[in-house]
């Protein structure tokens, strides 16, 4: 069963077509689909840098410097924010190649964290999720899913919950993951 | 002259007193008054990390994996953004140590067409300049530091302009550039 933000449910699964996207990554079609929205000028979203402390930088003459040491940081915050229809928008996205669940692991406990402080402040949070074996991407709303992550004993989301609770993305050739389209029926 | 939000103009120059910040950069100073903000639920307001190509990575047994080549790349949009008050914030601070002018150079093309954008959709967006010789920053709104940036011959924000279109930013301890005070009564 998937739910459609319209209340409407059906019985089979929408399958993607479009196999020149196999192999994308949920980041590439993210980028691709955020790259498309700006052209578009129907909204302003980007995926933040990858957060690295930096440790040792070489300065040669005549070319670029050159980082020789650094490391990964820990993001403290979501990958993804941006501006649409005048309201701040912030998603975390995450794929598995798991065909029953996401372990809560997989989301660190900051990022529920800044979730929790932007929806205080009127944003529009969510978590995008790529089922990769199913090819299939849902939308769940960061309101619904905080509760579940900070109380079920169960430490993972279900492919079922993810089905019940959240919504499925369309995807079209321009933009992998439409996410607009349910964010426009959910809140505009 | 010193321009107010509320209109007030005054002819002497407010001085930082608190000795202890001296030496702290611009940065250090937003990431403070951004973390303050954060712990008084007053605002979520984020730096994103420096955005860099990584080109080469080593993954030891048993330690964190260590980036060994890595370049900086240029940033394409600003480096500030969040939500306050239900809307969505961005901005880009710079800091010069002359006494009489940023260069347009010191900006990217790409944060100015960053800017324009978010403008469209409904963003608050603005500068923060900072003049270290004076120890005075100044906020200096997106819309009418881009015409400026697009069509001014001199190629530099000259000191006196930016006083005359911006805003000196109060400082306190534990606010050190206390930006959201300017915001308050520009826009809410």
Redesign the interface.
Known sequence: MIKYPNGKTVNKTVKINDTSRRGMTLEQDLNQSNSYY?EL?K??I?K?????Q?VHVDYPKRT??????????TP??TDY??????????FEAKETSSKTSFPFASIHPHQVK?LQ??L????IGFFIFRFSVYDEVYLVEASKLIPSYLNDKRRSFTYKWIQEEGYLIPSSYAIPVDYLTIIDKLYF
Do not use: R
């Open positions: 700006l000028n909204a302003v980007h933040k840098p990858t957060p690295v930096i670029a410097a050159k980082i020789t040491e650094a490391y990964f940081k403290s915050t924010n941006g501006v649409y229809k005048g309201k701040y928008l912030d800044h402080d932007v205080q402040h009127g944003a």
